[in-house]
């Protein structure tokens, strides 16, 4: 079996800085795989490789094993790769549900004349994307927010936000960039049982994460990345006890 | 009744509509209806250059350069080769459509100020060219444009009609005209705006980043967006230059870039309506103050200034807003 998400020996260098140097490792379908790692390790840097957003200098990204380094993001979209953002990334001009209906952009196959008319397959399709948006919203837990404008939603709720947005695109996988960041305890809670339940729906999970708590809780593997290079991957456990992440980690 | 009016999807158009079509019962001079005529067709183009503006983020200073082309075609079709009006209408917007995609392709690259500087030079092209080929734009000196026609039948200012058996003047018939084809410019673009494209137009205002990692391809919807809102230049200009029976290279000029680009601006980034009453102030403002006219462009540059400061969402929206607030307030007095 190919795992779903394969990276090889992948390098990205900022003006003679290697961000990202030699990383390999893959990502089996329906796995929680977390990609941890001190400040500046590289690890956004990489999803940022993976998604498309940076073309790597060197070495490959495979998506169910067709090369995707030099893909533009929305070409990755298309074939079922989808992400949230550290810096999140919400359209403050639109209320909220329209920015989960944007996720349905790619199912919602419009053409310039059924919409400068509105033919009635347009307000159809407009009608099944707003009831599966609602859907979405209350799934991670901000339907209370679904008429309000995006601008005036507090903080948890948008992170949640760009997650229902993430999954209106019906990914195979989706890559979370700290989603527990500036969150409290009972969210993050909340936020783990979250990506418990979009795992169980056979959701391949991508995760960059500061909270070990969460990060040990939920992950089938992780990866560790210190100044750009792998330091050790594996199960949880494996993790714990690696001498060389304590030595990261502690400054040992 | 009144309240499932306010929650309707075009409630601005129904208004819209109620406004054009009550009008003519205030007014009967000539020269007014000519005044609404002229600020109907120019806040067409508005409205077309605020799906671009407004909704989509990206700026264009050269749109009249679009306004131009397509005044200039049929006013050459028609005039040198004897095109009807509405054939010549149609292929210079299609024509137009091109020429934006061409040129939009690799400057919608661009951004900010880049992307200003761009349409900017786009726009002083096409007047340069319209200024030069005299054989047959006329030059600086500008041409004479036909009556405009519709199967052998002629629409002029001038002439004199009877519609449902009513007797009305060439005036009024063409405010009429106008008026229409304004409400069908704000109906196409209301569903464009309302729909999944218009939403993916937002989202490239909004945040590029997070439509294109949802599937939205960035690069081709600002193209579209370029394309569609010159069209609606172009076909206003056309409509415009059949109108007013004689054209200079001043319609595709600069100072009716920025004059089209204030109008958006003052009125209401993103607000169909909002941008209309815009282009009515500004078409209104030089009749008021016909005294100051050689202050015009700087009146032009102050109220944009004043308005990015103090109302940066427009007059429309900003009214809106100041309402709603206190109709907020009045509920909460009274409770």
């Known amino acids: 079996m190919t795992a779903l998400v394969e990276v090889n020996n992948l390098f990205k260098v900022f003006g003679g800085v290697n961000a990202v140097e030699g990383v390999s490792f893959a990502v089996d379908a329906g796995q929680v795989y977390s990609v941890i790692g001190p400040n500046g390790a590289g690890k956004t840097t990489l999803f940022n490789l993976i998604t498309g957003l940076y073309t790597p200098t060197g070495g490959d990204v495979k998506l169910n094993g067709e090369s995707i380094a030099k893909l533009e993001p929305s070409r990755l979209a298309e074939r079922g790769m989808c992400r949230t953002f550290q810096q999140m990334q919400i359209c403050m001009n639109m209320t909220a549900i329209e920015n989960v209906m944007l996720g349905r952009h790619l199912t919602l196959k419009s053409n310039l004349l059924t919409t400068l008319f509105r033919l009635p397959a347009l307000t159809r399709g407009e009608q099944a994307a707003h009831a599966k948006s609602a859907e979405l919203m209350a799934f991670v837990g901000c339907g209370e927010y679904i008429n309000a404008e995006a601008s005036a939603m507090p903080y948890g709720a948008l992170k949640r936000l760009e997650i229902a947005r993430a999954l209106a695109a019906e990914p195979k996988i989706i890559l979370l960039d700290e989603p527990a960041a500036g969150l409290n305890a009972v969210e993050t809670t909340a936020l783990e049982a979250l990506i418990r339940k979009i795992a169980e729906q056979g959701i391949t999970v991508m995760l960059v994460e500061h909270d070990m708590k969460l990060v040990m809780n939920i992950s089938d593997r992780l990866l560790v990345l210190n100044y750009g290079r792998v330091l050790a991957e594996g199960s949880p456990e494996q993790i714990r006890a690696n001498p060389d992440v304590i030595a990261a980690y502690l400054g040992g | 009744m009144i309240a499932k009016l306010f ?56 749109h009249a350069g679009f306004f131009g082309l397509g005044a200039y075609f049929s006013a050459i ?65 500008g041409m004479p444009v036909p009556a405009f026609d519709v199967f052998g039948w002629e629409l002029s200012p001038f002439g004199q009609y009877s519609l449902f058996g009513l007797d009305i003047s060439g005036d009024l018939a063409w405010y009429l005209f106008a008026g229409v084809v304004l409400l069908v410019a704000v109906w196409l673009a209301q569903n464009l705006i309302d729909s999944p494209i218009g939403r993916a137009l937002r989202s490239v205002h909004g945040s590029e980043v997070a439509a294109s990692v949802v599937g939205v391809n960035t690069t081709k919807y600002k193209s579209l967006v ?21 054209i200079t290279p001043a319609v595709a000029g600069f100072e009716f870039s920025i004059l089209l680009i204030t109008m958006v601006v003052l009125g209401g980034m993103g607000s169909t309506i909002g941008v209309i009453i815009g282009a009515v102030v500004l078409e209104l403002l030089p009749q008021v103050l016909a005294d100051f006219q050689e202050f015009e462009m700087m009146l032009f540059g102050l109220i944009l200034m004043l308005t990015m400061i103090f109302m940066p969402k427009g007059l429309l929206p900003t009214a809106a807003n100041v309402l709603a607030k206190r109709r907020a307030k009045s509920a909460g007095a009274d409770a």
């Open chain 2, 7 to 62: 929650e309707f999807r075009l409630k601005g158009l129904v208004f819209l509509a109620l406004v054009v079509f009550a009008l003519p019962l205030f007014i009967s001079n000539p020269f007014h209806y000519s005044l609404a005529t002229q600020i109907a067709l120019i806040a067409g183009a508005v409205v077309g250059l605020n799906l671009l503006v407004g909704f989509a983020g990206q700026i264009s200073l050269g």
């Open chain 2, 77 to 141: 079709m028609t005039g040198h080769y004897d095109w009807s009006a509405v054939p010549a209408l149609i292929v210079g917007a299609i024509g137009v459509g091109i020429i934006a995609w061409v040129v939009g392709r690799p400057i919608l690259r661009l951004k900010g100020h880049y992307l200003s500087m761009a349409t900017l030079a786009v726009g002083f092209i096409i007047a340069i060219i319209l200024n030069n080929e005299r054989e047959m734009t006329g030059g600086p000196d």
């Open chain 2, 226 to 246: 370029f394309v569609i809102s010159a069209v609606y230049a172009s076909v206003m200009g056309a409509l415009y230059a059949h109108f007013q029976g004689f």
